[in-house]
């Protein structure tokens, strides 16, 4: 597909695809340089360590790391699952299982304190979780309504959607391909303005859509709920607590967005998962509230099974993916067959946040796009979902071989 415009190629960047084409390596990339930080010491730091908090570790002030086979891993598995990584033009790949570094790879002079330039939609998931903060530290309830904080939409038909409604997708504000991806929100110089300008399509709750104007009315909302914008409220209640040097991104105006943007490294999001992971807690200290973390992590909404609080879950059900630009509804999973406990971050490009509660695993993929038009046609999926299902599948294929080799006769 040729790119035929530039707001039509960033479009395309920050949205998913319900596509069901086959996975093809690029045709070009340079031979990646990464390695499996796994072999440690032995027994580095162990769990007994002045880093463990609760029974758990954490960075302190970098990860610990220790061999793959001790965490239920095969180190050959791992090697597959980095060569799709590779294949994949990623940057970078981190494992982490219960607060320890049980490999990484990199590529294109990457390492894992290098940013990539934007996270795309996997910010939405980092603005979810302001949203549980401000909740706790602030005034803001997800049961307001939105006009309490955005005057424009008092008295108007806007008037009774709710905060939850903007984070559920459900909120029925107004929404076209055009409007969200091509000629409307992203060439905005005000990002803010636009979205909160535009009108009341549906009754809330009544259709879920994808709807990244919507999503950005959010930075209204949370810096009249907390008298500080995005930026300034992401770094002091997020970011600087878990030792993450990530950035929430900017429109043209100066604006904070909170749909994409944001920059962040492999180690930052491999914090922000673990994070998750650790149900909000980081070091002893409850950076986010426990409930909020489980109530993002599960359907917000009857008409979605695969979405949560702007995190992407993969239970089997009704899946309702981004229109892009037709309507993609299925029954299913994201991933077929893999744990339905899964919940993701998902950017365009495939930036994604892997977190595996169930087996106590964080995955982070991450790959820097620093010219768009060459990045979209040149990309195995701009839109990032087959880059999901490739690394998730072989990540359960590390964890089977291992289990396999437990099961073989002595």
């Known amino acids: ?211 990244n104007a919507a999503i950005q009315t959010l930075a209204v909302v949370l810096s009249q709920s907390t008298g500080q914008d995005i930026l300034r409220f992401a770094q002091d209640q997020l970011f600087d607590p878990i030792g993450a040097s990530a950035r929430m991104g900017q429109d043209p105006s100066g604006g904070a967005l909170a749909y994409q943007g944001a920059t962040a490294s492999c180690s930052d999001m491999a914090r922000f998962g673990y994070l998750a992971l650790r149900e909000g807690q980081w070091k002893g200290e409850q950076i986010v509230p426990k409930q909020w973390i489980e109530q993002a992590t599960q359907p917000s909404t009857e008409l979605n099974d695969a979405y949560g609080y702007m995190w992407w879950l993969n239970r089997k059900g009704h899946v309702v993916e981004p229109s892009f630009p037709g309507r993609v509804e299925y029954d299913g999973q994201l991933v077929p067959g893999a744990s339905e406990e899964l919940f993701f971050a998902i950017g365009a490009f495939g930036q994604l946040v892997i977190v595996d509660p169930k087996d106590e695993y964080v995955i982070v993929r991450l790959q820097n796009i620093p010219d768009l038009n060459v990045g979209f046609a040149t990309s195995v999926d701009p839109v990032g979902m087959k880059q999901l299902r490739a690394i998730v599948t072989a990540f359960e294929d590390a964890k089977t071989s291992k289990k396999k080799k437990k099961k073989a006769p002595k």
């Open 1 to 211: 597909m040729a790119i035929r415009s530039y707001p039509l190629a960033l479009a395309l960047l920050s949205a998913f695809s319900g596509s069901d084409a086959e996975l093809d390596a690029p045709a070009e990339h340079s031979q990646g340089h990464g390695h499996a930080n796994g072999h440690g010491n032995g027994n580095a730091h162990g769990h007994g360590n002045g880093n463990g908090h609760g029974g758990h570790i954490y960075p302190d002030p970098d990860w610990t790391t220790e061999a793959p086979e001790q965490h239920g891993l095969s180190a050959d598995g791992l090697q597959a699952m980095a060569a799709a990584a590779d294949q994949l033009d990623s940057s970078c790949l981190m494992v982490i299982h219960d607060g320890v570094l049980v490999g990484e790879w990199y590529w294109d002079g990457f390492d894992r304190n290098t940013d990539v330039v934007n996270l795309f939609s996997a910010t939405k998931s980092i603005t979810s979780t302001l949203v549980g903060i401000a909740q706790t530290e602030h005034t803001l309830q997800v049961e307001q309504t939105a006009a309490s904080y955005i005057p424009r939409w008092v008295n108007t038909d806007s008037a009774r959607v709710t905060v939850r409604n903007l984070i559920s997708n459900d909120s029925g504000r107004f929404w076209s391909f055009e409007s969200d991806y091509v000629t409307g929100l992203l060439p905005a110089p005000d990002q803010t303005a636009y979205a909160i300008a535009l009108s009341q399509q549906h009754e809330p709750g009544v259709v879920w859509e994808y709807n």
